[in-house]
């Protein structure tokens, strides 16, 4: 692949990638400047946006690379990290986490948390410059900051989860979150980064039987979840008669404000060639609150045709047919 070529909006993309997924980085021990892997590995975990509707899943993919990795570098399983072999050390216990091998991938993991050497305490800049690309980006969107002990507790939260460690995942989860901060320069990397953080604190609280800190934390974007961990936290909390009847005071409490003044998106067809249109749709917009289980909380938007206005009557019929009312409502 030419990456001179690689159009910016496609670097955002891989970069939203890289964010989330196993970071596979090289690393200048004179200068500490993190290094892109240029060869442009994929995640080899995956988290869709499935997950943000439902539960937040943890996946193994193991790679015939993985194994290779491991072979080829078994001997720092039961080492130390040093300045040389840190790098192909993180990496290593990467690639045991995608194996399964979670005792080892464990140890290793907790060594780079217990390290005070200076290449696993720092946290890196990562610019959003196109490698090889003369054009620099000075604005610095989709730039993002990286840390080893973050990506390690993160590891690590997924580990205890798998063996109903919870307390400790919830520790790692914390730490990842609070201590070992890393930051995303991008709204889509933001929101792929939190998508991991929250759904691995969900999944750690459920097992902690913590439902009261699920619903606070997801019910504000209630419709992000149409069955899952906030869900069952609710059911957990609240009876169904309970359940029920929160939901028609949260339809009977929606407030809707319209906008005063259209607004307008538009639609090309056949861009870049001869024929190329662009239709302009009209509408007019508005937002919505409710009181939703006893916590004031806004309405997505709704998508209008054109010429459609917003009203409290579509808000309230939209709140009805979302899969989080589906997956709580039980006719009386």
């Known amino acids: 692949m030419n990456k001179k070529n690689i159009p910016t909006n496609y670097f955002f993309l891989i970069l939203t990638f890289v964010l989330v997924g196993q970071i596979c980085f090289s690393q200048d021990?004179?200068?500490?400047?993190?290094?892109?892997?240029?060869?442009?590995?994929f995640p080899t975990y995956s988290f869709s946006m499935s997950s943000i509707s439902s539960d937040y899943s943890i996946d193994h993919y193991p790679s015939k690379e993985d194994s290779l990795f491991c072979k080829k570098y078994s001997q720092l399983i039961g080492a130390e990290p040093t300045k040389k072999n840190h790098s192909n050390y993180h990496s290593l216990a990467c690639s045991?986490?995608?194996?399964?091998?979670?005792?080892?991938?464990?140890?290793?993991?907790?060594?780079?948390?217990?390290?005070?050497?200076?290449?696993?305490?720092?946290?890196?800049?990562?610019?959003?410059?196109?490698?090889?690309?003369?054009?620099?980006?000075?604005?610095?969107?989709?730039?993002?900051t990286s840390n080893y002990?973050?990506?390690?507790?993160?590891?690590?939260?997924?580990?205890?989860?798998?063996?109903?460690?919870?307390?400790?995942?919830?520790?790692?989860?914390?730490?990842?979150?609070?201590?070992?901060?890393v930051e995303q320069n991008c709204g889509t990397g933001y929101m792929w980064y939190r998508g991991e953080i929250d759904g691995l604190y969900s999944l750690a609280y459920e097992g902690l039987?913590?439902?009261d800190s699920i619903i606070n934390m997801f019910l504000p974007n209630y419709s992000n979840h149409s069955n899952?961990?906030?869900?069952?936290?609710?059911?957990?909390?609240?009876?169904?008669?309970?359940?029920?009847?929160?939901?028609?005071?949260?339809?009977?409490?929606?407030?809707?404000?319209?906008?005063?003044?259209p607004s307008s998106s538009f639609i090309t067809h056949n861009y870049g060639e001869k024929?190329?249109?662009?239709?302009?749709?009209?509408?007019?917009?508005?937002?919505?609150?409710?009181?939703?289980?006893?916590r004031q909380v806004t309405l997505p938007r709704s998508n209008l045709e054109n010429g459609e206005s917003v009203?409290?009557?579509?808000?309230?019929?939209?709140?009805?047919?979302s899969g989080f009312y589906s997956a709580l409502i039980e006719n009386e």
Not at 127 to 139: E, G, L, Q, R, V
Not at 275 to 294: D, H, P, Q, R
């Open 29 to 41: 021990t004179t200068s500490l400047k993190l290094k892109i892997d240029t060869t442009w590995n």
């Open 96 to 144: 045991l986490w995608q194996l399964g091998r979670l005792t080892e991938a464990e140890k290793m993991f907790l060594k780079i948390i217990a390290s005070n050497a200076s290449y696993y305490v720092g946290t890196y800049y990562n610019s959003s410059d196109i490698p090889d690309d003369t054009t620099s980006n000075t604005y610095g969107y989709g730039s993002y």
């Open 149 to 181: 002990k973050n990506y390690a507790c993160r590891y690590l939260t997924k580990i205890y989860l798998e063996q109903k460690k919870f307390d400790q995942a919830l520790k790692c989860i914390t730490y990842a979150d609070k201590k070992y901060i």
């Open 209 to 211: 039987g913590m439902h």
């Open 228 to 261: 899952g961990t906030l869900t069952r936290a609710l059911k957990k909390v609240y009876s169904q008669k309970e359940i029920n009847e929160y939901l028609k005071i949260a339809e009977n409490s929606i407030v809707c404000v319209v906008d005063t003044f």
């Open 275 to 294: 024929n190329e249109t662009t239709t302009e749709i009209k509408y007019t917009s508005g937002t919505a609150t409710m009181n939703l289980f006893g």
């Open 311 to 321: 009203t409290r009557e579509l808000f309230a019929k939209e709140f009805k047919e």
